[in-house]
Structures are given as structure tokens and as C-alpha cells.
């Protein structure tokens, strides 16, 4: 492993955002790029948008880097279903910034050894 990866294993948190529109995902999106330093995001290009098919929006978010700014609550049109993968306190971190944006629904949670996944629904206040 090299000495990059072994600093950001505990701090990087992947989020995947499914079951919303684009607009929805980089609303939330947004609010984790103001509290964190964006590490990678993936995403369907502009015709994957009307596609039939499910859409996965994924970001990686290293927690211990970034602005650490507030935002103000943004809209969503819909429900907004999210995975955040990663270590314990990061994944913890991600949850509580995303707490003070949207109104929160905690629907699974699974522990490993080193990382947590944890399944929110995300919706507007």
C-alpha cells in the first residue's frame, strides 16, 4: 500500500446517490463539497440522464480535508436515496453534515472490521 492510501483509509467516505434526478444528486453533492475536499465523481453523461435505466451518482469525499463551510438547506424534488461507504468516524462525519441539510431516514446499517456502510433517505426540510 502506499503512504497516500494509508493516510486516507480512514478519512475517505464514498457516497452513491440513486433514485433522484441529476439536480438532486449535485444539491447534495454540493452541500459535501462546502464541508469537504472531493476526492472523485462519476457520473452518467448527459443522454445516460433520460435513460430508462437506474442512475448511480457517486462521489468520494476525503473528511479531513476540505472548506468545512455551512450551506443553507437546498430544495430536492424528490427523495433521495444515499450509501455512504468508509471508515467509522468519517461515515459518522458525512451523516451529520448531511443532517443539518435534509431530513434524514436511517434505513440500514452494516459494520465491518474497518468500514461501516451505512443506507440513508435523504428528503427536503
Do not use: N
Request: with cysteine; proline share 4%.
Amino acid at each position: 500500500m502506499s503512504d497516500v492510501y494509508d493516510l486516507h483509509i480512514d478519512t475517505d467516505v464514498t457516497v452513491q446517490l440513486s433514485e433522484c434526478c441529476r439536480e438532486d444528486a449535485q444539491a447534495v453533492f454540493e452541500v459535501l463539497d462546502h464541508a469537504y475536499q472531493l476526492e472523485d465523481m462519476s457520473g452518467p453523461g448527459p443522454q445516460a440522464a433520460t435513460a430508462p435505466a437506474t442512475t448511480v451518482w457517486m462521489a468520494t469525499f476525503d473528511t479531513a480535508g476540505g472548506r468545512h463551510e455551512e450551506t443553507s438547506p437546498p430544495q430536492l424534488t424528490g427523495k433521495v436515496g444515499a450509501l455512504l461507504t468508509g471508515g467509522y468516524r468519517a461515515v459518522d462525519d458525512v451523516e451529520k453534515v448531511l443532517a443539518r441539510s435534509f431530513d434524514i431516514e436511517s434505513l440500514q446499517s452494516v459494520s465491518g472490521d474497518q468500514e461501516t456502510e451505512a443506507r440513508l433517505l435523504l428528503a427536503s426540510r
